[in-house]
């Protein structure tokens, strides 16, 4: 609390502003119900009433996106590699984000039904992979728009009988442009038109070199339709993984970001989080973009409830009180009350922003009309 009129403060207090005013003059302060008082004679009042002023809210913590944690090197654990899956379109992408999904879900978790939850892990060689289920365009360009950086590898799809294409030029720029190894996934080996030296080839004009080449790019043929290579390409996937060294710590409130996110009629807004750093469980207060809530309920992609996740598991959450968009960050705090006063700073904040914006477009509009 910097500054509170003689009516803010008495409503606090639970007293009538006259009687404030009376207590006011006998400390030597002449003050109208319309004053402001400053924090030192804010203090001496509630003091002497016997209620303390609370400890203002860290104001730096308001802006979780560029909060930054310190952690200690030996707190750091390995964590899985977070892949999306970019390439043109009728190249292949979700019939290979299907085809891993149902070729290793379903392998470990005997009856597991696998529900969309805009992304998935699988797991090969007792190591876990996950894989962001949203268009990989809009993952990097919604997501890079607002700041948030989630993906750790890139799967670049391209159909061995169609070769390099306008988005497959664009899904390269957005990885080099975010700093994201790539690795080829040749798809359609099956076709009879398949021509992977080809895809090559033309690869080697945007940088990607195969390492038979010369190169440092890994190419790995695959079929999404017969499930041929799909093995290698996750094995490859763990390499890359490796030479990242990619590390979080789990022993922390967690943090990370909004996947997906909408309103269930049932349930409430539903939001699908990838936890980057820290565990988040059931039970944690949470601000999440421009909103905030208690962590009632968590689903896997499997469709399971789980008490707690760990860093790059994604986790459908409820018990929001509004629905985030993907891309926000959140935040898991100790205390209900500071998840509260955090992320209703943030709300006004966030509808101050879009009150300027309205104005800003009906004033162009207006200017439109003339
Ligand atoms: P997306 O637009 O990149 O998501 O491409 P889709 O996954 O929707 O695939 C486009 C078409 O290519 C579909 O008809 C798929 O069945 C087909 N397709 C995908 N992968 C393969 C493959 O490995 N071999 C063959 N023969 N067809 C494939
Ligand atoms: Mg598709």
């Not at 803010?8 to 007293?15: F, I, R, S, V």
């Not at 390099?164 to 190894?181: D, L, N, R």
């Amino acid at each position: 609390v910097e500054s509170l009129t003689v009516a803010e403060l008495a409503k606090k207090l639970h007293k009538e502003p006259s009687e404030l005013i009376k207590k006011l003059m006998f400390l030597g302060v002449m003050a109208t119900i319309n004053q402001e008082l400053d924090k030192d004679t804010i203090e001496l009042i509630a003091n002497d009433y016997g209620v303390e002023v609370e400890e203002e809210i860290v104001i730096d913590v308001v802006d979780i996106e560029s909060y930054v944690d310190e952690d200690k090197e030996e707190d750091l654990k390995e964590r899985p590699p977070v892949v999306t899956i970019m390439g043109h379109v009728d190249h292949g992408k979700t019939t290979l984000l299907d085809s891993i999904r149902h070729t290793k879900v379903t392998e470990g978790e005997a009856g597991g039904i696998t529900q969309h939850i805009g992304a998935y892990q699988v797991e090969t060689n007792g190591k876990k992979i996950t894989f962001l289920d949203t268009p990989g365009h809009a993952a990097f360009t919604t997501m890079r728009a607002r700041g948030a950086q989630v993906t750790d590898i890139t799967i670049l799809v391209v159909a061995a009988d169609d070769g390099v294409m306008p988005q497959t030029k664009e899904a390269i720029s957005h990885a080099k442009a975010a700093g994201v190894p790539i690795i080829v996934a040749v798809n359609k080996i099956d076709k009879e038109a398949a021509n992977p030296d080809r895809v090559m080839q033309e690869l080697t004009e945007y940088e990607l070199v195969p390492e038979a080449w010369g190169g440092e790019t890994i190419f790995v043929n695959v079929s999404a339709l017969t499930g041929s290579g799909i093995d290698e390409l996750l094995e490859m996937i763990q390499l890359v993984a490796e030479v990242e060294e990619l590390k979080a710590n789990p022993d922390k409130l967690a943090s990370g970001t909004v996947i997906e996110a909408e309103l269930d009629k049932g349930r409430g807004p539903v939001a699908t989080l990838l936890v980057q750093s820290g565990t988040l469980k059931v039970g944690d207060p949470i601000v999440v973009g421009s909103t905030f809530g208690r962590v009632r309920a968590m689903v896997n992609d499997l469709g399971r409830r789980v008490k707690q996740v760990g860093p790059s598991a994604p986790v459908e959450v409820t018990g929001l009180s509004d629905v985030p968009q993907a891309g926000d960050q959140f935040r898991a705090f100790a205390d209900e009350k500071t998840a509260r006063q955090i992320g209703e700073a943030r709300m006004s904040r966030h509808r101050e922003a879009n009150l300027a914006q309205n104005t800003k477009v009906s004033l162009d509009d207006l200017f439109n009309q003339i």
